[in-house]
């Protein structure tokens, strides 16, 4: 497939992203896929507890992890070589092509267990592709100076679907079991393509660059997503082959750029400390926390409410403002002040106290949260988004949920309270992190 490719423009030519029709398709796209995500997640945990043991469907939905986490490295290189159009195009293709076959065949029959184990597996390894190629795509949509308002949207995308994604899954069901529910998802994955297909890309653009296996200068000019010829490579077409080598060599060399990054390197450090320190408290230990204080499921939806409303506001501050200034300070202040919110949150006297708390935790958290994301997107050179989303994406679905069995087995040791501490210390880390790298303190979001 062909993308179409527009030149590249001056930032103060841009229109703003939430005005911009080609920004809004990519939108709707996203949107589309994540809604059909999170109806995918009912459908599947739903026939999974139908078909077997409670441990059998846990396993099941679980089991898509592995692929993704051992796969993901690879995904970022082949959105980076192919173009994260292309690769999310397919992805969300497959994902739409499986998720229909499986609801076909549920209507049909009762496959069992092995069926949704296999479409779990399938899920998994094409997200390990998908995820990087996510991250990487709205570089090539819109401008620098707009992918912190990307950022803002891409998070209302995400709350929407959260909202939206359950009640729907929950329709499905009830009116034709898991079958209509998978159904559902794959005509709402579907939906994207045809979006997908209808954005414009943005060519790269050309920098001099330093190759990261020899440190010799090269004037490279990198080939658009089209697959168009690149312009003449100063130092012979040998030198252009040593650069684009193999994917191994690729997977290296994205390694290499993010650990010599002076500002992504640390940035990713403290978005591993700031997700190893929020997961667990906001998951397992929210639940424990809400069964003790005798707050019942009602109660702890109410808690999650506010920790959805908080994010999104956060995320719609960042899609109207565009922008904040001193983004590196902000992001530290708000990461330290998230974790004494997280810490507090096991100590609120009262359901109504706990709201309040969760609402000022998804407010900085959602806040910093997005101005990483936003710096992540204006730091990285656009022909490594693709490797740096992946280790990004390692990082917060890899490392991240191992928190969350060690958090359970701790609140049952010593309690609510000295483990939302601990985890709100690590959280507060990655402030640490931020204030202690320079060049990452001082970071500013483009104009």
């Known amino acids: 497939m062909t993308a179409t490719l527009i030149p590249p423009v001056h930032a103060a030519a841009d229109k703003p992203a939430h005005r911009d029709s080609n920004v809004l398709r990519w939108l709707g796209a996203y949107t589309a896929s994540m809604v059909g995500d999170n109806v995918y997640y009912l459908a599947l945990s739903w026939a999974a507890v139908q078909a077997g043991t409670p441990s059998q469907a846990g396993l099941v939905m679980a089991v898509s992890a ?5 796969l993901m490295l690879g995904g970022g290189v082949v959105a980076d070589r192919f173009g994260p159009r292309r690769v999310v195009i397919g992805s969300d293709a497959v994902r739409c092509a499986a ?3 499986v609801a076909a065949l549920l209507f049909a029959a009762s496959p069992g267990l092995w069926l949704l184990a296999l479409l779990a597996v399938l899920f998994g390894t094409v997200d390990a592709v998908f995820m990087p190629a996510v991250g990487a795509l709205p570089a090539r949509v819109t401008g620098r100076d707009q992918l912190a308002r990307v950022q ?3 998070g209302l995308a995400i709350r929407f679907a959260n909202v939206v994604g359950a009640p729907l899954g929950g329709l499905g069901v009830a ?15 579907a939906v994207s393509v045809p979006l997908l297909v209808s954005v414009r890309m943005r060519d790269l653009p050309t920098d001099v660059r330093t190759d990261v296996r020899t440190d010799l200068p090269t004037d490279v000019e990198v080939r658009g997503e089209a697959g168009g010829e690149a312009g003449p490579h100063p130092m012979g077409a040998a030198q252009d082959t040593a650069c684009r080598a193999t ?3 690729d997977l290296r060399d994205g390694l290499r750029y993010v650990r010599g990054h002076r500002v992504l390197a640390p940035l990713l450090v403290a978005i591993a400390l700031g997700d190893l320190g929020f997961v667990g408290p906001l998951n397992v230990g929210l639940t424990l926390l809400a069964e003790q204080r005798g707050w019942g499921a009602s109660g702890m939806g109410w808690v999650l409410s506010g920790f959805g409303a908080g994010a999104g506001v956060a995320a719609l501050l960042l899609t109207v403002r565009g922008r904040l200034p001193h983004a590196g300070r902000v992001a530290a202040a708000s990461i330290l002040a998230g974790s004494v919110a997280i810490g507090a ?3 609120a006297p009262s359901l109504v106290a706990a709201v309040g708390t969760a609402l000022l935790v998804g407010l900085l958290a959602g806040l910093s949260g997005a101005l990483c994301g936003a710096l992540l997107q204006t730091q990285a050179d656009p022909a490594y988004l693709g490797r740096v989303s992946s280790v990004a994406g390692i990082v917060s679905l890899g490392f991240a949920p191992l928190s969350m069995p060690l958090s359970a087995a701790a609140i049952g040791w ?4 000295p483990v939302f501490v601990t985890s709100a210390t690590v959280c507060g880390l990655g402030g640490v992190v931020v204030l202690c790298s320079g060049p990452l303190r001082r970071a500013q979001l483009p104009r």
């Not at 010593?414 to 309270?417: F, N």
């Open 66 to 70: 592995v692929p993704r986490a051992l």
């Open 99 to 101: 998720v229909l076959t």
């Open 152 to 154: 803002g949207m891409r």
């Open 175 to 189: 009116l034709g079991g898991a079958a209509a529910a998978f159904g559902l998802a794959g005509l709402l994955i």
């Open 247 to 249: 994917p191994w060599q």
């Open 345 to 347: 949150l096991a100590y």
């Open 414 to 417: 010593w309690g609510t309270g």
